[in-house]
């Protein structure tokens, strides 16, 4: 195995050095399109915020009425009632 090893390290040393010219201004120039890019995404931060509280408000106002109308009918607490919804014979019949 170290055979293999040796023959891919000098395979390596055979092949010409990396192209490291112009890799330092494709650096900065990715950092400026991530700066670009995140002054954009800030622009739109009071739009996120609204839509934030409207799904807040929303989420608030749907859950007030279906626990008023939870509210309003009366529980069943009898097990044995012939009107149990969850009952196995009501959900086997097809009430």
């Known amino acids: 195995m170290s055979d293999k090893l040796d023959q891919?390290?000098?395979a390596m040393r055979k092949q010409p050095p990396a192209d490291l010219p112009g890799l330092e201004g494709q650096v900065f120039a990715r950092i400026?399109?991530?700066r670009e890019r995140r002054q954009v995404s800030g622009a739109l931060l009071p739009l996120r915020a609204a839509s934030i509280v409207a799904a807040l408000g929303l989420?608030?106002?749907?859950?007030s009425l279906a626990a008023n109308a939870a509210a309003r009918t009366p529980p069943e607490i009898s097990a044995f009632s012939v009107d149990a919804h969850l009952a196995p014979s009501t959900l086997l019949g097809g009430r």
Do not use: T
Not at 59 to 63: A, D, H, P
């Open 8 to 10: 891919l390290l000098a």
């Open 32 to 34: 400026a399109s991530w």
């Open 59 to 63: 989420g608030m106002v749907g859950g």
